[in-house]
């Protein structure tokens, strides 16, 4: 599968936006789904997972604040980011897993595969 990822941008602080991840392929109700985040300097780190079942889990620093979701219909899974922090200024991926256990979600090793980055930019 292939994935593609947009809707970043430039926005001030408090703000919204929406990442989209637009995945190519069959079967793409058969993945497992996730957005990671990188700040420069730093390591690639989980924000938000969605099962197969439409089950979903945060990051303690998203939550409350983010929203993920999916669309089979549409092969798209989608982040939605309120009240945005500077903190949050990061390229964003998408990543797909066939299986990924609950534990291991967290983990970038455990996903097959990956789109290109969205940055998203939250000025003070």
């Known amino acids: 599968v292939q994935l593609q990822a947009s809707g970043g941008g430039l926005v001030q602080a408090g703000g919204s936006l929406r990442l989209s991840c637009a995945a190519s392929?069959?079967?793409?109700?058969?993945?497992?789904m996730a957005w990671f985040r990188q700040a420069p300097g730093k390591e690639r780190e989980f924000v938000a997972h969605?099962?197969?079942?439409?089950?979903?889990y945060y990051a303690d620093s998203v939550k409350g604040r983010f929203t993920i979701s999916r669309v089979n219909a549409e092969n798209t899974v989608y982040l939605q980011m309120n009240s945005l922090k500077p903190e949050d200024t990061a390229d964003y991926y998408c990543?797909?897993?066939?299986?990924?256990?609950?534990?291991?979600?967290?983990?970038?090793?455990?996903?097959?595969?990956w789109g290109q980055g969205t940055q998203v930019t939250v000025s003070s």
């Open positions: 990543a797909a897993s066939q299986r990924i256990i609950l534990s291991a979600i967290g983990t970038t090793s455990m996903y097959d595969y």
């Open positions: 392929g069959r079967a793409f109700n058969m993945y497992d």
């Open positions: 969605i099962r197969r079942s439409h089950s979903t």
